[in-house]
């Protein structure tokens, strides 16, 4: 089974802090993605990334960055936390053989900026 | 920003019922794939499709791709408590190679 594991669960953080947001995969695919969901917004794409070093913009980057040094980990980064990053943080992996590959999340983490 | 349409937004339905969602758009996916979200987890994987007109099941669930490859359902049938959660269907846009569109989710609530 693929395993897909963010560092944490829940998470509360100060406005104007820099904060990190780590994914491990552990079956070797090459795409990662971060997704945040909101009510009523569903899942949106923030950034996404095929191979190491290698990053995309997704639909919401603004306000994010990511980090891709090894292939089984996708960092997500808010570089000056603001109370409207407060949501549900989604990492997912897929593997880039053919097309239509199903992505598979991780727990989520649920993050909080006061 | 999406373009799946997904439907409904909500179901309140009786323990052994049967369920009905589905997911529309205007454009053509080669791919899609249905999920599973519990309060506080990440979205499962329950199906997936990949040639139009594909009819998949997957114990209760059933998944069809529809001919006109713009267009999904999910049926389950003699629903139980742990059905509750919310159902998304996600697809591949023909010409968007890895990334997928969600629709907003259904979420079902089963009532005893």
């Known amino acids: 089974d693929v395993k897909v594991t963010q560092s944490s669960r829940y998470l509360v953080k100060r406005t104007g802090e820099k904060v990190f947001l780590e994914c491990v995969q552990d079956m070797d695919h090459e795409n990662m993605f971060w997704y945040r969901q909101d009510p009523g917004l569903g899942l949106r794409l923030i950034y996404f990334?095929?191979?190491?070093?290698?990053?995309e913009k997704g639909d919401i980057p603004e306000g994010y960055s990511v980090s891709r040094e090894k292939k089984e980990r996708f960092s997500l980064i808010l570089e000056s936390a603001s109370t409207n990053q407060t949501s549900m943080y989604l990492c997912a992996s897929s593997l880039v053989k053919g097309g239509g590959q199903p992505q598979h999340f991780g727990d989520g983490t649920r993050l909080s900026i006061l | 920003g999406q373009q799946l349409n997904q439907s409904p937004q909500s179901m309140f339905i009786q323990e052994g019922e049967d369920v009905s969602m589905n997911c529309t758009s205007s454009?053509?996916?080669?791919?899609w794939l249905w999920y599973k979200q519990d309060p506080g987890e990440g979205p499962v994987l329950l199906i997936a499709?990949?040639?139009?007109?594909e009819l998949t099941s997957n114990g209760r669930l059933t998944a069809q791709f529809g001919i006109t490859r713009k267009d999904s359902f999910l049926n389950i049938s003699a629903s139980i408590p742990s059905d509750v959660g919310i159902y998304f269907c996600a697809g591949e846009l023909s010409g968007s190679a890895r990334q997928l569109t969600f629709g907003s989710g259904t979420q079902l609530t089963v009532l005893p």
């Open positions: 499709l990949y040639k139009a007109g």
């Open positions: 990334s095929y191979d190491v070093k290698m990053k």
């Open positions: 454009s053509i996916f080669n791919t």
